[in-house]
């Protein structure tokens, strides 16, 4: 595996590649790199010439400098895990090399997909991940990129930018990832106490019960139940929990459309956020 720190270096290389009109296909990631991501970079490899992951942990995305500080750093295993998977290039930039001496997100209007859920709770977040992405695809020139459904409105926020800005790319949605217990994989795992990490599985537990009483209640009603059964939780406490509809993001009342839907939920594993989400069977 080729291991770049440079862009310019970086961007030399793959200029070469895409004059012998060769397919990129591109995973990018905060490290601290787990199976989803592995998931990535193999169907990464699976569909294109060339496999390029990159690790930066965008400090522009982040609302609380705590949460910065303390994200998971292991740079050897990545490493290790990315060689074992036979990924082509690493691209691994400091913050100075990507943001020079201005450490600022563009604003971006992402037909308000941006004020929901994440966006409501994370100030600024996904103005930071716009702009680390949008870099990202400027250096890299992928064919594909990959980005995991555990962050579905990321997913759903970087595809309108693709069609706002019309970048050359296709962006691909690939599963959640679980743990044999059901939490769904992140980085953030790793930072769970043991007491915690037992708890955490109560999560998806809870989105595949809520996800069965649809068949015969409201989405408000299963919204109530899913706010009772947390508030009881002695190690997890609800942020939130939603049902919307996956185009729009926005939250619904009642089932009464036939759009597709989603719930969504955040939760705090004592000072660790985790997400998750769970798609709804459509009722029509
Ligand atoms: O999902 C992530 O790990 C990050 O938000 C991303 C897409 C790598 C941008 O920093």
Redesign the pocket.
């Known amino acids: 595996m080729k291991i770049f720190k440079s862009k310019s270096d970086l961007k030399k290389f793959l200029s070469e590649i895409k004059s012998k009109n060769k397919s990129i296909g591109f995973v990018?990631?905060?490290g601290a790199l787990h199976k989803g991501h592995i998931s990535l970079v193999n169907e990464a490899k699976d569909k294109n010439d060339i496999t390029v992951v990159?690790i930066?942990v965008?400090p522009t995305?982040f609302d609380k400098k705590e949460d910065l500080e303390k994200y998971p750093q292991t740079l050897d295993n990545d490493i290790e895990l990315l060689e074992e998977a036979e990924c082509d290039v690493l691209f691994v930039p400091s913050v100075d090399e990507i943001y020079s001496d201005d450490i600022s997100s563009e604003r971006f209007d992402f037909d308000g997909l941006e004020h929901q859920m994440e966006g409501e709770f994370r100030e600024g977040h996904f103005d930071?991940?716009g702009t680390?992405?949008k870099l990202?695809f400027e250096i890299i020139t992928p064919t594909i990129a990959y980005?995991?459904k555990k962050?579905f409105q990321?997913l759903q926020i970087?595809k309108k930018m693709v069609e706002k800005f019309e970048l050359p790319v296709k962006i691909k949605g690939m599963p959640i990832f679980r743990e044999d217990d059901g939490l769904a994989m992140s980085?953030r795992n790793a930072r769970l106490t043991k007491a915690h990490r037992k708890a955490a599985p109560f999560i998806f537990k809870t989105l595949k019960k809520a996800r069965k009483k649809a068949n015969k209640k409201e989405a408000n009603e299963i919204v109530k139940w899913v706010e009772k059964q947390f508030a009881k939780h002695e190690f997890l406490e609800l942020e939130y929990f939603i049902i919307a509809d996956e185009k729009t993001l926005r939250s619904i009342e009642n089932f009464n459309s036939r759009d597709k839907f989603r719930a969504f939920i955040a939760v705090f594993a004592d000072k660790i956020r985790l997400i998750d989400n769970i798609a709804f069977k459509n009722k029509f």
Do not use: C
């Open positions: 990018p990631t905060m990159s930066f965008n995305q930071g991940v680390i992405v990202l980005f995991g962050d990321q970087i980085s």
